[in-house]
């Protein structure tokens, strides 16, 4: 607020303002004061070249109302960066300055990006492991469920968060946005040609407070679930509101695109419209952020190679090695039912089934996402007559159990000493999924079976100490002795066994 | 034995034998005296035509050793049949007879044959629900194993039972059989034109001894799990084995024929192989008793119109919906993995899985195979060190938890008003399987999962009580209220919930 001020006071001053220093993968933003006459959204082209050394980057800004213009720009190289204005507009056209790019600290280690084919990594070599959950209308709330849902998330249970740009009509999700994307009246007038900064403003502020707490913003940028008409706008107003996004929200490190949810229950959009989507984001988007596109029914072709990632909706998380095989990407599981009580399908798994497909997605290469879906409500009411909080649409407050075990799980995947991938080491008649790291570390889960003992075939040439882990209670338990070549390892006979086992090092 | 004993005082002063008054579906079995010289088995064939009205049946006999010949019959009709020998060696050619027929008495049956495309029905109507278990090789553990495995099935668990007529070698089961099948030695001179009729003397007592317990007989006809070489017999063999197992067990009304256990695992076997098998049982057995075959990794193309019903290995027991349509034929899931406690990935199920793989088999409109797998020794041995009695191959005792849930579902269905098959009247969206009986009847799973409460869309113009079952805990407990359409249900939010919804007669 206090900055708010402090620029407003300087406004009629300098009608240019930016900072002077930023860290690498920070967001320079670059504000200019212009006309608000006639339509700026259509009829204003701003954008500025950022020059170090040999990098050079042509980035469009935007319109955000009252006359203001902002370019956004992440820089990924330190040094001094030097940057020229070019518009139609006269005020905004020819504007120069520099600033200074210093080392990322603390936690910022940049845009995630894919590594060797099926894996995350951070811009600065850190791996990411995507742990994500899902809430898809969170940022539509108010403050104080957004600031609710922060503070849920602040507890480190996930990496990542998939939610919706455009507001969304469902069960459990009937109230009315705070505000709309567009000027107009819903239904009435909308000017599609005018967009509500405010708007855009609240949900960069929520990409901003993500970061800030190390989580990732897969943004949804259709979705079917809509009773407003953003479903069906026309093509144009498609590409200029994709263009607006990316002018807007790119220059922020934690920022995935997600094409769609559920892409294939949007009627009035055919399968060209998705890779033109597609190539639009990887065309216009200066930083390269993943794209993906979220199935319904119908799968996408991940093998589109300028899809990253393939963001499945599926609950047998444990074909992700099959999957990886066949797009040749990391697989991620955003969706494999939720852990939840509601009459539908695809939320009611209990707290046991969400963390058994997280281990078995895991342990098969894969990445998994959260999700929950409890109602609450006394006496029970219909879906459509309820206006629950339930943290898959609207965040707030996590009622499950299966959180806690993710975080769990997501403490032993990022203390691995290695990106894990399906070990060639087990038999498939090996009743367990397990990954591994060279010969180095194995990981195996034994689903919700229940075997006495496990046949182990580890390298003979090394030593290995085996711990027993109950991915339930959350239990790490060494198993006495030293393990080598074909051994016989005593289980504890129940469900959510896992083995961790670590080669000795001399 | 007493039978036994008579009979041999009996066959000095004449020299056929047979029954005077036998129930429809008993066996008819008629003794004669002949040579035992040369080779019997291939020099000597005898068969019998038996009369009754316009009914006639030829029935091919089979050498039973010390210079006796059988004939087995089993009569359809009742009323008196007459008969009369046919054969190559004068003492067994042109005997005549008859015998009465009468009508079938107290738990008789008949034979189970298809009914309606996807359901069983015993002869006289009644219909068969298949729950069905698996012990390999029961047969081959002598006497008191034997008795204890009847004893134990002797609960009720279960209808029919799975088991190989060759003897079995595998983990677990490394121990010798007590006889042989073919006469000589194993491995140095087996004479493979000579059958051990003692072999096959004990299957068939194990055959009657079922069916006296209602059980039917599920017959393994080859299996690859073999160090004797009866896996890799010559076409001639296999055939003249087939007629020889025919003409002895075909009279015996609770047989089934299963081609094979894991079919595509027996290499010296190709397709063409399995196709004549099928055929020449189709060909050859009077009674056209059910035929099946079962799968390892690769399925058997179900559509052959010879094969009666799918007999499948899969632990997607769910699929029974799709498969019914694929097949058209009734699906059985013989095999779904097993409750146990072994390192194989196929032996490990907890009872809770094993009783919700039964649930959802039923309740997409299959049946389902029960099959156990705990090894109790300790300490804990390698699976070939071990010879643990483990019920799947050796049968004994029962250890788990499942069968008392089945016999708990098994009563369900059978009270139920009528065949049950897939719900229209449910949507894809519901979190559940259903079958119904017409508008009158309708039974709901919901798998593992945890709905707080159910929308139903129940028949507008009748009126239902609705039941929630509690599959694991065995509770059937009323829900307070008559239903009508559209009717939201509250659920005790926990595994292995299903409703029963019976429609109010006035």
Redesign the interface.
Known sequence: MKKILIFLLLLPVFNTFAQNRIEKWRVFELTLKGTSKGNPFTEIQVSAEFTNGNQQKIIQGFYDGNGIYKIRFMPQETGTWNWITSSNSKPLNNKKGSFECIAPTGNNHGPVVVKDTFYFVYSDGKPHYSFGTTCYAWVHQGDSMADLTLKTLGNGYFNKIRFCIFPKDYDWNKNEPLIYPFEGNPLKDWDYTRFNPAYFQNIEKRIAQLDSLGIEADLIVFHPYDRWGFQNMDPQTDERYIRYIIARFSAFKNVWWSMANEFDFMSAKKMEDWDKFIRLFAENDPYNHLRGIHNGAVWYDHTNPLITHASIQSEETYRAKELRMKYKKPVVFDECRYE???????????P??MVNKFWRGVTNGGFVGHGETY?TENP?K??HESNDNLWWSKGGILRGQSPERILFLKNIIESSPGYLKPADLFE?????SAVSYKDEYYLAY?N????????LKLPEKSRYTIEIIDAWNMTITPVEGEFSGRS?V?LP???FTALRITKIKR
Chains 1, 2 share one sequence.
């Open positions: 939840g009580n509601i009459p539908w399908s695809w939320g009611n798994l209990t046991q089934e109602v029970v219909m879906p498939w008649w090996m009743p367990f034994y919700l079976d229940q075997p006495r003992s496990q046949i016989l005593v006979q129940k469900p």
